[in-house]
């Protein structure tokens, strides 16, 4: 009895695992689906990946190791996009990328701050 209940649950296990392999499409979060989705990693570490959903979201982002080897300078870099749609209904696109230098993000809708003033007055010194 227990190994027709053992061979029963390996059918069950190989049954659900091969659901697993065949891709569908994902529901989250306001019923959209997944439409398409890559992810690529690399022997070296390097990876990229996108995706994008019906609703509208697409992001891309790469990633690799910059100066391997060399202790004093590895960073990890990574860069990439995404964009949505706003509630207003445009379609909103940061750039960024991620690097030894810290996180920098652009876009067209990104309030960006004043710029500071010389110091010193005008003339650039002290008085």
């Known amino acids: ?11 069950f296990a190989v049954v659900s695992a091969q659901r697993g392999l065949v891709p569908r499409p994902t529901t989250f979060e306001g019923n959209a689906v997944i439409l398409k989705q890559d992810f690529n990693l690399n022997p070296d570490g390097s990876y990229n990946y996108n995706y994008e959903t019906s609703n509208g ?3 891309d982002e790469a990633g690799y190791l910059k100066n391997a080897g060399n202790p004093q300078l590895e ?14 209904g445009v379609v909103y696109t940061i ?18 701050p004043p710029p500071v003033p010389a110091v010193g007055g005008p003339r650039g010194r002290f008085f």
Not at 1 to 11: D, E, P, V
Not at 96 to 112: F, L, Q, S, V
């Open 95 to 112: 750039n960024y990328i991620a690097d030894e230098n810290g996180y920098r993000a652009e876009g067209a809708h990104i309030p960006t």
């Open 57 to 59: 979201i697409r992001a």
């Open 1 to 11: 009895m227990n190994c027709i209940a053992f061979i029963a649950l390996c059918c």
């Open 75 to 88: 960073a990890q870099v990574m860069q990439g996009s995404y964009s949505y749609t706003g509630p207003d």
